[in-house]
């Protein structure tokens, strides 16, 4: 398509009616409902809610993040993840080391079985989301990517794209 060509295209999604916004939110909604379902009843065999499950995954995605770099990346209160990391520390999920250059710092490590539920948790996720890229056809992998990295805050955006150029 030509420069031209594309730039058409994007314009006329510039003029989306209500009704196909409400929809694509609807679509959002019932889409995060099926891709935490799986998760969700892993996480309930443990007692865990979806905090545990996005702490987890961002200390398997950077072993050794600090907790106030979770804090950051998750934006929720200092109380809330401590009770989060408190419960997956006493588990045995997750390992709390004492910094070596600031004995302040918290460095945060998965153990073995705290791998072991992420693996299960990721596994049902990539699964759902290789079949609907599958039948969604190739070019909606980077446009379903493009629309959620809009959608960022751009502080957010930074954050993960640093990480995608660093392949994490």
């Known amino acids: 398509m030509s420069d ?16 196909q916004l409400r929809r694509g939110i609807e ?6 409902r099926g891709f935490t379902a799986d998760p969700d009843l892993i996480l309930a065999e443990r007692g865990y809610g ?17 907790v106030n770099n979770l804090l950051s990346i ?3 209160t200092k109380q809330s993840l401590n009770r989060v990391l408190r419960t997956l520390v006493e588990d045995g999920l997750v390992e709390a080391r004492v910094g070596i250059r600031d004995k302040r710092e918290r460095h945060l490590y998965l153990t073995e079985e705290g ?21 969604a056809g190739p070019e909606a992998v980077s446009g379903f990517r493009a629309v959620l990295e809009e959608m960022m ?16």
Request: proline residues 3%; aromatic residues 8%.
């Open 74 to 76: 998750l934006g929720v």
């Open 153 to 168: 805050d751009p502080d957010m955006r930074r954050h993960y794209l640093e990480n995608v150029e660093k392949g994490q």
């Open 50 to 66: 979806r905090a545990h499950h996005r702490a987890v995954h961002f200390i398997s995605r950077t072993p050794g993040t600090t």
């Open 4 to 19: 031209r060509g594309a730039a058409m295209g994007r314009d006329s999604l510039l003029f989306l009616t209500d009704e």
């Open 115 to 135: 791998e072991a539920l992420e693996r299960a948790l990721s596994e049902s996720q990539r699964n759902r989301m290789r079949a609907a890229f599958r039948n």
């Open 27 to 32: 679509a959002m909604f019932f889409a995060y």
